[in-house]
């Protein structure tokens, strides 16, 4: 089964090295080979800018979850 991880690198809430970290070595255990990881940059925990435009959602966000749901999930038999 596909996993889609997406943090922002200004998360103030939870460290994104460690857990990005955690997240690759329990899904390697594992063996699971089909997970993506994302880093978006100047974003917080709820995936908002904490730059210029501040407050505002990343329309990078919606963009990659919608591209990673098209070739991820519906593209599967």
């Keep these: 089964m596909p ?14 090295d460690e857990s990005i ?12 080979r089909d997970f993506t990881i994302w880093v978006f940059p100047n974003v917080d925990h709820e995936m908002r800018l904490v730059t210029s435009e501040a407050g505002a959602i990343d329309p990078e966000y919606p963009r990659a979850m ?6 991820h999930v519906l593209n599967r038999p």
């Design 3 to 16: 996993a889609l991880f997406l943090f922002g690198n200004r998360n103030q809430l939870i460290p994104v």
């Design 21 to 32: 970290a955690v997240i690759q070595r329990v899904l390697a255990e594992d063996k699971h």
């Design 66 to 71: 919608r591209d990673w749901l098209s070739t």
